[in-house]
T-cell receptor, first 109, second 118 residues
Framework: AQRVTQPEKLLSVFKGAPVELKCNYS??????LFWYVQYSRQRLQLLLR??SRESIKGFTADLNKGETSFHLKKPFAQEEDSAMYYC???????????FGEGTQLTVNP | GAVVSQHPSRVICKSGTSVKIECRSL??????MFWYRQFPKQSLMLMAT?????????EQGVEKDKFLINHASLTLSTLTVTSAHPEDSSFYIC??????????????FGPGTRLTVT
C-alpha cells in the first residue's frame, strides 16, 4: 500500500525566513513524488516533481530514498507563497495519485 | 498549459435526487480521468479512475452503483451521484492526464464542484 504523510497541518513563517514543508512516504517500489499547491480559491496545480529536479518559484525538493522523504524547501519565503501544499505519490507515471493531508502555509509580513 | 473544466461549479439538490457533474479537457485528449472527493480541511481522496471507452475502476469503499462514472469520449467524463443524501455533500474534483504530451505524465486538475444535498 502507498501512503503519504505530511506531519504539519499548519505552518506559519515570516517573510524572508526559510521554510520547509515535510513529506514522508511509504511505498515498496520506486515511486514518483510530487508537490501540488492550491492558492486561495484556485484549482490544484503541480508545483514540482522529483524526476525533474528543478526549482519552481524558488522551491526545491529532494527525494531521500533512505529516509523515504520528499521535503519541500525555500530559503526565503514570500507572502505570495501562502497556500495549501500537498505532497503526492504515484507508483508509475500517469497512474493514480495518493495525496498527503496537506500543509497550510502562511507567510506573514 | 492543459485546461480541465468542471460543470457545475456549485450544485444544491434535494435528498433522493441524482446530480451529474461534468469534467472536460478543453485543449487536449484525456485518455484517463480521475475523480476525487475532498471533505472540508481534508485531503483529496481518489474515488475512481476512468479510462475512455472502458468501465471505471473504483477505489475500495466507493459504491459504484451510487457514483456512476462515464467516460464516453476523450474530452468528457461524467460523475453522477445517484439518490443523493446529505452525507454525499462534498467537494468533487476531477483530473485528466494524457499520453500525448512529451515527457512524464502530468495530471491536470479541474476547479472542483461543490455539492450540497439538503
Amino acid at each position: 500500500a502507498q501512503r503519504v504523510t505530511q506531519p504539519e497541518k499548519l505552518l506559519s513563517v515570516f517573510k524572508g525566513a526559510p521554510v520547509e514543508l515535510k513529506c514522508n512516504y511509504s511505498y515498496s517500489g520506486s515511486p514518483e513524488l510530487f508537490w501540488y499547491v492550491q492558492y486561495s480559491r484556485q484549482r490544484l496545480q503541480l508545483l514540482l516533481r522529483h524526476i525533474s529536479r528543478e526549482s519552481i518559484k524558488g522551491f526545491t525538493a529532494d527525494l531521500n530514498k533512505g529516509e523515504t522523504s520528499f521535503h519541500l524547501k525555500k530559503p526565503f519565503a514570500q507572502e505570495e507563497d501562502s497556500a495549501m501544499y500537498y505532497c503526492a505519490l504515484s507508483a508509475t507515471s500517469g497512474s493514480r495519485l495518493t495525496f498527503g493531508e496537506g500543509t497550510q502555509l502562511t507567510v506573514n509580513p | 498549459g492543459a485546461v480541465v473544466s468542471q460543470h457545475p461549479s456549485r450544485v444544491i439538490c434535494k435528498s433522493g435526487t441524482s446530480v451529474k457533474i461534468e469534467c472536460r479537457s478543453l485543449d487536449f485528449q484525456a485518455t484517463t480521468m480521475f475523480w476525487y472527493r475532498q471533505f472540508p480541511k481534508q485531503s483529496l481522496m481518489l474515488m475512481a479512475t476512468s479510462n475512455e471507452g472502458s468501465k471505471a475502476t473504483y477505489e475500495q469503499g466507493v459504491e459504484k452503483d451510487k457514483f456512476l462514472i462515464n467516460h464516453a469520449s476523450l474530452t468528457l467524463s461524467t460523475l453522477t451521484v445517484t439518490s443523493a443524501h446529505p452525507e454525499d455533500s462534498s467537494f468533487y474534483i476531477c483530473s485528466a492526464t494524457s499520453p500525448a504530451t512529451s515527457g512524464p505524465y502530468e495530471q491536470y486538475f479541474g476547479p472542483g464542484t461543490r455539492l450540497t444535498v439538503t
